[in-house]
Each structure stands twice: as structure tokens, then as C-alpha cells.
């Protein structure tokens, strides 16, 4: 086990290498900047699957749910076939 100064009072606490470990004197979490990053990476992956084409939001009924997996299935399926075109494309001599 290792340990880690604390940013806030200075003294050494227990730190397993996870960023949500506080200081067990004063509670700080031990690592700010971690924790910051993890919750822009979350804050990042939220939003890009926000921005998908169909979001599946968890209050939808299950119709709209069915629709709009539907659509992003054939979505990917267009992407895939576009993808697959345009390499055919850049394959193809000349
Ligand atoms: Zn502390």
C-alpha cells in the first residue's frame, strides 16, 4: 500500500491508486486533478452520445425506444456501407 500527501492539510494518507481516495484526516479528495479529468471524461461521454443520432433517453416508452434503435442500427449499417463504398472507391485503379 502506498501513500500520498494530501493537497489540503498536508499530511500523508492512504492512497491505492484510486482517484475518488480521500485523505483520512481532513476528507480531501487526494487527488483534485484525477478527479477532475474522470469527471470531464464523463461529462465528454455523456454529451457525445447525447449528440448520436437517436439518444435512447431512459424515460422514453418502449415504442419510441424500439424506433429509435431502429434508426441508429441503420444508421450504423448506412455508415458501414458508405465506409465500405468509399474504399472501394479508393481501391478501385485510376
Ligand atoms: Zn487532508
Known sequence: MSQKKCPNCGQWSVWTNNYKDRCE???AYLSPVEMERQ???EKDKEKN???WMFYINPDDSS???FFKKSGN???TVFMAIMTFIMWLIAALPG
Open 25 to 27: 484526516h481532513c476528507g
Open 39 to 41: 469527471d470531464k471524461f
Open 49 to 51: 452520445e447525447k449528440d
Open 63 to 65: 415504442i419510441v425506444k
Open 73 to 75: 442500427l441503420f444508421y
